[in-house]
């Protein structure tokens, strides 16, 4: 483990080691099958700050500016996780990490963890792309694919579990939702992030947050706001795009809450099967319809970028665009 020429053959040896401020390069000579659960358990704990990195690399040890170090769960037992966060206060770090095939989650946070991804991917798994079982910690994810997992991109198991906050990147094609979070969890959400292809979009509390988001079609409904009304919190659902979803474009899950609990305004709706949103008036007033004219939306080939004419160009918060979108032509101007 101290050199390139005398590294470890697995992530399991490498967590199991280090110490606090160390950082482990998984170099993708090849892709790692473990036959058990990956347990992010060291008793070494990662602090503030020292933490744990995990940094996919080359054949040599440089750190990937593209591409990924590849943990595969094709010789997993069945029902099992491939990565298991379980290190209560630990603090980590992943960067350039794909975690996929998993018989279970691929990624399964199972105490107080607080984590960071980095432009990773977490796909075809049994069940959950990410899963949830704690009450306290957080994960972060920047940059991150989520998508083509069975029982749906990020999960949890009860209320007050959840604790996730995205940016940028994509959830699509799971069965199941996109995202589940932040349910009964503050300070959770989702900002610029691509959801599209799974059954429900997202699921967040009404003191989570969805902003800036692109949530194209869902076979159910774009976004689901549960418990408004019943939080202290303040949720904000700004500056998203609704287009083409299956049922609502925004539907709260219990009629009789109180929607004025929860900021919704600036959004675009377009197309949703079932109408807008679920309440007996659209939220907002500076909401915008029509096509959205994406670039191209032919399954396998997405490009959200909105043509010239579409109204989510400009017509965002500080006349920003709506909706996650790629930068404008010409450079230099970003998508909101």
């Not at 989702?190 to 800036?212: E, F, H, P, Q």
């Not at 919704?264 to 679920?278: A, F, L, R």
């Not at 096509?291 to 109204?311: I, Q, R």
Request: charge should be negative; aromatic fraction near 8%; glycine fraction near 14%.
């Amino acid at each position: 483990g101290t050199s390139f020429a005398l590294a470890w053959a697995t992530t399991q040896k490498a967590v199991d080691t280090i110490i606090a401020g160390d950082e482990v390069r998984l170099c993708n000579t090849a892709t790692e099958a473990p036959s058990a659960t990956v347990d992010f358990d060291n008793a070494n704990l990662g602090t503030i700050a020292a933490p744990l990195r995990f940094i996919g690399a080359d054949s040599s040890g440089v750190p990937l500016t593209s591409g990924f170090y590849t943990l595969t769960g094709t010789s997993l037992p069945a029902a099992t996780h491939l990565i298991i966060l379980s290190a209560n206060n630990s603090r980590m770090i992943f960067d350039r990490i794909r975690a996929t095939a998993a018989t279970a989650s691929n990624l399964y946070q199972a105490d107080g963890v607080m984590a960071v991804f980095r432009n990773s991917r977490f796909d075809n798994a049994g069940t959950y792309g990410s899963y949830s079982t704690s009450t306290g910690g957080l994960i972060r994810m920047f940059n991150c694919e989520i998508d083509t997992n069975t029982s749906g991109g990020i999960g949890l198991n009860a209320a007050g579990r959840g604790p996730y906050s995205l940016s940028g990147g994509s959830i699509h094609d799971n069965t199941g939702p996109g995202a589940r979070i932040g349910e009964s969890s503050e300070n959770t959400g989702l900002w610029d992030v691509l959801v599209y292809g799974n059954t429900d979009g997202l699921w967040i509390d009404s003191s989570g947050t969805a902003s800036g988001c692109t949530i194209y079609d869902n076979s159910a409904n774009g976004l689901i706001i549960e418990a408004i009304g019943s939080d202290s919190g303040l949720g904000v659902v700004v500056n998203n795009s609704f287009s083409g979803n299956g049922a609502y474009g925004i539907s709260d899950s219990t009629a009789s809450e109180d929607v004025d609990l929860a900021i919704i305004d600036n959004n675009h709706y377009h197309n949703n099967t079932s109408g807008e949103t679920s309440f007996a008036a659209t939220p907002g007033d500076n909401n915008q319809t029509g096509d959205p004219l994406f670039t191209n939306v032919t399954a396998g080939s997405e490009d959200f970028t909105p043509l010239s004419g579409s109204p989510l160009i400009r017509n965002g918060i500080n006349n920003g665009n709506i909706g996650a979108v790629a930068p404008l032509p010409g450079g230099g101007e970003t998508s909101h």
